[in-house]
């Protein structure tokens, strides 16, 4: 063999290498202790949330897993656990404006209930004890725990004054074309 070939040859492996530790080391920030499987800058809710890529990921809740229809990365970020909490809440309460809406379901609190035992969330309490309530059929407290919410991610419009009566309820429920947080 020439030192032509020789050279390009290790030139090659080099290069592989290097593009495998590169890959390797990238992909640590993920499992490091504390991080829980989150992508460092998740916190904001914004491009990191969806599956875009189409390339499977462990950490992506597809639709089959996430109740709510939508893929994300689990665990939640801060910011989509309190649109989900935030936008369930509507069905239950009165408000001026209202712009997301999810249907409160057993299975949707309990996704959620499932996300705080993998993560830890600045309010973690907070939700907690939101969900606890709901997931014990108890909205007596919706509007306090809308206006929880509505006031972490600094609400300007649309304060809950009142819990909806049943037949308002059902009205709201049936007049909601989609659901989106």
């Not at 914004?46 to 893929?71: C, H, L, R, Y």
């Not at 801060?78 to 379901?105: G, R």
């Not at 006031?151 to 809950?160: H, P």
Request: proline share 2%.
């Amino acid at each position: 063999m020439s030192r032509k070939a020789v050279g390009i040859i290790i030139g090659s492996v080099l290069l592989l290498t290097a593009l495998g530790v590169y890959i390797a080391v990238g992909s640590l920030d993920r499992n490091l202790p504390g991080n829980n499987g989150a992508v460092q800058g998740s916190m904001d809710g914004g491009a990191e949330q969806t599956a875009a890529s189409g390339v499977k990921d462990d950490n992506v809740a597809s639709e089959g897993g996430n109740p709510f229809g939508e893929k994300v990365k689990t665990p939640l970020s801060e910011v989509l656990m309190q649109q989900y909490i935030h936008a369930m809440s509507h069905q239950k309460v009165q408000a001026k404006e209202k712009w997301s809406y999810f249907k409160i379901t057993d299975e949707r609190i309990d996704f959620l209930l499932s996300q705080l035992e993998i993560n830890k969330y600045e309010h973690e309490e907070t939700y907690k004890g939101i969900l606890t309530s709901w997931k014990d059929g108890d909205f007596s407290k919706a509007v306090s725990d809308h206006n929880k919410i509505w006031r972490l991610q600094d609400g300007t419009v649309g304060k809950a004054s009142g819990l909806l009566s049943p037949k308002a309820e059902e009205a709201y429920i049936d007049k909601q074309k989609t659901e989106k947080r």
